[in-house]
């Protein structure tokens, strides 16, 4: 193929691979995992964040591992879309300024309507659209006149948003009798249920003040080896049930999944340990009913 002295071509400069960052849209908030084309960017860098309405900006917290993120693209749930620019970098120290004066005001025109809430949280969006209020309240509450005073006040779209006591916590954040950061404030997005059947299966005790978090609410991480347990359970002798092990009778009083072990007693009363290889090979034997009983009686 001959090639005209005009045509010139030029080869298309390759994909700057992403790099995948740690940010936070409010300080100490909870942090996120975004991707974009910008090698280098230390911890404090202010960037623009695609949202769903609009850009908005966050704060680098550092590097993130690209294994376990989920998103549209497999591999983040946002998307960075430049380093922030002298203006957006006043407006966004601005930003806290202002949500931190709305907080007061919220509060203040609470006590004013005599409203049974509790402020949370103030959001305000970058490009001032909107303001959102967050609250706890134990019953439903009549806000109208409150937001008409909000509106009048800072001129522009005002939501308020009933969340309860995890989501506080989640948004308040603190430290967990763990030591470590709440995880609901860290890293969870969505609340699963908790029951204290969770706790029971992994033979955790029942005391509210060991098994309850700083929401005063099942713990989150009763969830983590919940299923774990739950499996390891299915395979092993019923506490109650009596076997045959080595022709010797054994009752069941308790599992220990952790170490694929049983506790049983004897025949003579005393408490031993079956393990897995004795346990895995006994014989189960079955209880006598006594309305069977009463039946064969009656047939004779």
């Known amino acids: 193929m001959s090639v005209s002295e005009n045509e ?16 936070q849209f409010r300080q100490g908030g909870q942090q996120f995992t975004g991707a974009g084309p910008f090698p280098g960017l230390v911890a404090g860098t202010v960037v623009m964040v695609k949202t769903d309405h609009g850009l908005e900006p966050a704060r680098i917290a550092g590097y993130s591992p690209i294994c376990g993120c989920h998103g549209p693209k497999g591999q983040a749930n946002h998307e960075l879309e430049r380093v922030a620019q002298g203006v957006e970098l006043e407006k ?5 300024e202002t949500e931190e004066i709305a907080f007061k005001v919220c509060r203040s025109l609470i006590e004013k309507h ?26 439903r509450v009549d806000f109208r006149m409150l937001v008409k005073d909000l509106v009048q006040e800072f001129r522009t779209r005002v939501e308020m948003r009933q969340v309860g006591v995890r989501h506080e916590t989640k948004m308040i954040g603190g430290i967990g009798t763990c030591g470590r950061e709440l995880c ?12 204290i059947k969770m706790a029971k299966e992994q033979d955790l005790p029942l005391n509210p003040t060991k098994i309850s978090g700083v929401c005063n609410r099942l713990l989150c991480c009763l969830t983590y080896e ?63 009913n006594p309305e ?3 039946e064969k009686k009656k047939g004779k």
């Open 292 to 294: 069977k009983k009463r």
């Open 226 to 288: 919940y299923e774990t347990y739950k499996k390891q359970r299915k395979n092993m002798p019923k506490t109650g049930k009596k076997v045959k092990v080595d022709g010797e009778q054994y009752l069941v009083k308790r599992q220990m999944p952790l170490q694929d072990a049983v506790i049983a007693e004897n025949s003579a009363g005393d408490d031993v340990v079956l393990k897995k290889d004795q346990w895995e090979l006994s014989q189960p034997l079955k209880k006598d």
């Open 114 to 139: 005599s409203l049974g809430m509790h402020l949370v949280r103030v959001e305000r969006f970058f490009n001032g659209s909107k303001m959102i209020f967050y609250f706890t309240a134990d019953s």
């Open 92 to 96: 966004f120290v601005n930003l806290a």
């Open 8 to 23: 010139i071509y030029v080869d298309e400069a390759p994909a700057q691979e992403p790099v995948y960052y740690r940010f």
């Open 184 to 195: 609901c404030s860290s890293y969870i997005k969505n609340f699963e249920s908790v029951s």
